[in-house]
T-cell receptor, first 114, second 109 residues
Framework: EPEVTQTPSHQVTQMGQEVILRCVPISNHLYFYWYRQILGQKVEFLVSFYNNEISEKSEIFDDQFSVERPDGSNFTLKIRSTKLEDSAMYFC????????????FGQGTRLTVV | DAKTTQPPSMDCAEGRAANLPCNHSTISGNEYVYWYRQIHSQGPQYIIHGLKNNETNEMASLIITEDRKSSTLILPHATLRDTAVYYCIVQGGSEKLVFGKGMKLTVNP
């Protein structure tokens, strides 16, 4: 079965440092997403990406966040200057379409900001 | 915010059918009902979705009421591995999935 893969599985970074979370979506999918889940809280939408541009983003996705699909296979989330409150599980997902279509989620990257 | 209402938790005996309810009384005509689940802190896993007809796949069945204001996810023979948080999500024109608190299903031996 096809799967979305994320690396690393766990990242520890110092406050103020930049981090890049990486994802390999399913190859024929057109929509890509990042979600996050702070420990004990809901899964929250961050951003969706289609046709090489951001198609939708949440209020959480401010100027410190950016996404990129650098080479046609990887999909990355960059956090420019990490804060303690950025500590969370970050999930990448992809889908063929955004309607009438299942989203496949990766296993997540646990980001710990110290 | 989430447009669905689910009970916070439910128990089920192993081998029995688990019927998970969801209310979505404000659903619009073009919105789909999706079910996902999350085991521990793993990534959410798609289960099934539907618009107005009942749906069945290898994992579950989805029963949507005729007025579309509620639905039931049925796991026909629950196993211990089905213990998870189950999310009922309504999605229409937006690309995002809005996850609520979900319902914790515990399958007991």
């Amino acid at each position: 079965e096809p799967e979305v893969t994320q690396t690393p599985s766990h990242q520890v970074t110092q406050m103020g440092q930049e981090v890049i979370l990486r994802c390999v979506p399913i190859s024929n999918h057109l929509y890509f997403y990042w979600y996050r889940q702070i420990l004990g809280q809901k899964v929250e939408f961050l951003v969706s990406f289609y046709n090489n541009e951001i198609s939708e983003k949440s209020e959480i996705f401010d100027d410190q966040f950016s996404v990129e699909r650098p080479d046609g296979s990887n999909f990355t989330l960059k956090i420019r200057s990490t804060k303690l409150e950025d500590s969370a599980m970050y999930f990448c997902a992809s889908s063929e379409d955004y309607r009438d279509s299942e989203a496949f989620f990766g296993q997540g990257t646990r980001l710990t900001v110290v | 915010d989430a447009k669905t209402t689910q009970p916070p938790s439910m128990d089920c005996a192993e081998g029995r059918a688990a019927n998970l309810p969801c209310n979505h009384s404000t659903i619009s005509g073009n919105e789909y009902v999706y079910w996902y689940r999350q085991i521990h802190s793993q990534g959410p896993q798609y289960i099934i979705h539907g618009l107005k007809n009942n749906e069945t796949n290898e994992m579950a069945s989805l029963i949507i009421t005729e007025d579309r204001k509620s639905s039931t996810l049925i796991l026909p023979h629950a196993t211990l591995r089905d213990t998870a948080v189950y999310y009922c999500i309504v999605q229409g024109g937006s690309e995002k999935l809005v996850f609520g608190k979900g319902m914790k299903l515990t399958v007991n031996p």
